[in-house]
């Protein structure tokens, strides 16, 4: 270790940063390397602290985006200065909509090159604060612990989300005090007496409540807490849109995903209910239709969140119950109720629509095309029960909403803010996040090429995603909407595609090309005897016609 980085009594800032994370519990960072920050990626050269090193810088965003979304931990990236800080946006941009906890760390120019356009010079504060939570610049280096202890503290506490940090290349290497700053605790809320009684009476006069759970910011342990007494009592949970698992999807209580596309009974399920308890989420955007549904003032709410500010809710609050989910839970299974005739109807016939739209169809290929159907029902039945599941953004995810059976909370990693180039990255976080685990990915043609490149840091560091590419040579929602505006008008959506499976074998992993569905079963089995047995990434590439949609 170079004396210029430590001595017997300090550090430099950049190693205490690295020391600081250590001490958070940071197991993986996902990174592009720069000059701006080399003194922390020195630190990470004798840490504990894995450092994936990414292909690009949005790659490496939606990792540390995925990461949080799977731990109690935020999720860190690390890029260099104005270009990779513009490249790392849309990793932000996920982190805000889908209140994920993460940490971004961009390098700086020096210091004193200030306010004189130098090369690749931004200001962080403009370019960053209308999306993150916190934006701080790294100005004192004996300020470096405290900094990462209160970025950390910010991306957790509330309403969960992304910070950035700023730290200039001179200020990082200024030798200072080893000493680190203790870890903030984040408050977590809990039921008052009040909150306990009005839940209380409320689910009591209801014929047909509901739960709806969504956001990142449970635990396994809170998730399967909640199913047991929702079970035990007979009320159904829906799942916000791209959030299943928190109530597996075999639970007699789940009754389906509440979200763009949804399947009809969940459409009125929101209308049909009661009473609605949102835990972890609100009733945004797109749980409502684009703010249409159960907008009435005299439908009944309850909003379980940590954010007192309710931040993209929609409708009536009848009441809001400030506190994180696996602390509501807590109090939450300490109320026995008398289970009503009401509630085992309604939650069996709920449950059964959801049964009906979630059964598998035939395994048998059919003649022609490959179809996405015929792939699922292969695929669905191999998957042991803790597979998991990531997803971009487009029409392809429908499949696995409807029939991937996501039984664990974080079993669905995916981005609401509908961006594409997500499913990847994502995979290749959960792969490192769960060895040995099934992850599977399922990318729409359009969205794999936005970071299809990261397969090359899944080969680099052991991940082992199963990758299926659904290639229907089109950007099918935008041409959906097309369809339904400016019908037999086909502009800007139509794509030529390379051949996906052997850019898999160029990255070193195993790919396959299907055309007819014939082919698909045994393509599934030979993708998953080479993760299995090879220990590589597989890949998928199928060949389907235009315009066939899950549901």
């Known amino acids: 270790?170079?004396?210029?980085?430590?001595?017997?009594?300090?550090?430099?800032?950049?190693?205490?940063?690295?020391?600081?994370?250590?001490?958070?519990g940071v197991k993986r960072i996902y990174s592009i390397p720069g000059e701006s920050y080399l003194d922390v990626l020195d630190g990470l050269h004798h840490s504990s602290i894995e450092n994936i090193i990414c292909r690009h810088e949005g790659g490496a965003a939606y990792m540390a985006e995925a990461d949080g979304k799977m731990n109690s931990v935020p999720g860190?990236?690390?890029?260099?200065?104005?270009?990779?800080?513009a490249n790392a946006h849309v990793g932000l941009h996920t982190a805000w909509q889908d209140s994920t906890a993460m940490v971004l760390f961009v390098g700086l120019i020096p210091f004193e090159h200030r306010g004189k356009e130098a090369f690749q010079e931004f200001d962080p504060q403009m370019w960053f604060e209308s999306g993150a939570k916190r934006v701080m610049t790294l100005d004192h280096a004996s300020r470096a612990s405290e900094i990462v202890a209160e970025a950390m503290f910010a991306a957790t506490s509330g309403r969960p989300g992304p910070v950035i940090v700023g730290l200039h290349e001179?200020?990082?290497?200024?030798?200072?005090?080893?000493?680190?700053?203790?870890?903030?605790?984040?408050?977590?809320?809990?039921?008052?007496?009040?909150?306990?009684?009005?839940?209380?009476?409320?689910?009591?006069?209801?014929?047909?409540?509901?739960?709806?759970?969504?956001?990142?910011?449970?635990t396994t342990e809170g998730a399967e807490a909640l199913t047991t007494w929702l079970e035990e009592h007979n009320i159904p949970a829906a799942a916000e849109w791209r959030t299943e698992g928190t109530v597996p999807f075999t639970s007699p209580s789940y009754v389906g995903p509440i979200g763009y596309g949804r399947p009809k009974p969940t459409y009125d399920l929101l209308e049909e209910t009661d009473l609605i308890v949102f835990v972890g989420t609100v009733p945004g955007d797109v749980v409502t239709d684009g703010f249409t549904i159960r907008q009435n003032w005299d439908r009944?709410?309850?909003?379980?969140?940590?954010?007192?500010?309710?931040?993209?809710?929609?409708?009536?609050?009848?009441?809001?119950?400030?506190?994180?989910?696996?602390v509501f839970v807590r109090d939450l299974v300490r109320m026995d109720l008398a289970v009503k005739d009401s509630w085992k109807e309604w939650t069996s016939r709920m449950r059964g629509e959801q049964e009906k739209f979630a059964a598998l169809p035939s395994a048998e290929p059919a003649e022609g095309q490959a179809r996405m159907d015929t792939l699922m029902a292969n695929l669905v039945q191999s998957l042991p029960e803790d597979a998991m599941i990531t997803l971009g953004a487009g029409e392809h995810t429908n499949w696995a909403h409807r029939y991937f059976p996501t039984?664990?909370?974080?079993?669905?990693?995916?981005?609401?803010?509908?961006?594409?180039?997500?499913?990847?990255?994502?995979?290749v976080a959960a792969s490192l996040n769960y060895p040995g685990r099934r992850v599977v990915t399922i990318a729409g043609d359009g969205e794999f090429l936005m970071n299809g490149q990261?397969?090359?840091?899944?080969?680099?560091?052991?991940?082992?995603?199963?990758?299926?590419?659904?290639?229907?040579?089109?950007?099918?929602?935008?041409?959906?909407?097309?369809?339904?505006?400016?019908?037999?008008?086909?502009?800007?959506?139509?794509?030529?595609?390379?051949?996906?499976?052997?850019?898999?074998?160029?990255?070193?992993?195993?790919?396959v090309r299907v055309e007819k569905d014939v082919d698909v079963p045994a393509a599934v089995e030979a993708a998953i005897k080479a993760i299995d047995e090879e220990g590589t990434f597989a890949l998928i590439h199928l060949i389907v016609d235009q315009r066939v949609k899950a549901y």
């Open 1 to 24: 270790m170079s004396t210029e980085q430590t001595t017997a009594t300090t550090k430099s800032a950049g190693h205490v940063i690295v020391d600081t994370l250590e001490a958070h």
């Open 76 to 85: 860190i990236a690390m890029v260099t200065r104005g270009p990779g800080a």
């Open 170 to 218: 001179d200020i990082i290497k200024e030798q200072i005090s080893p000493e680190l700053h203790p870890n903030i605790p984040v408050a977590t809320g809990g039921m008052t007496v009040e909150d306990w009684k009005a839940l209380n009476e409320a689910l009591q006069e209801s014929d047909k409540p509901l739960f709806i759970t969504g956001g990142n910011d449970w």
């Open 300 to 326: 009944k709410n309850f909003l379980v969140t940590i954010d007192p500010s309710l931040r993209g809710r929609s409708g009536p609050v009848s009441h809001q119950i400030v506190a994180k989910p696996d």
């Open 407 to 427: 039984n664990s909370y974080a079993a669905m990693v995916s981005a609401r803010n509908g961006s594409m180039g997500y499913s990847v990255p994502s995979a």
């Open 454 to 511: 990261e397969l090359a840091t899944a080969a680099q560091y052991g991940a082992t995603p199963l990758v299926v590419v659904m290639d229907n040579q089109e950007y099918g929602t935008i041409r959906t909407h097309q369809e339904r505006d400016y019908p037999n008008r086909v502009s800007g959506t139509q794509l030529k595609n390379p051949d996906f499976a052997k850019m898999a074998e160029a990255f070193g992993g195993f790919g």
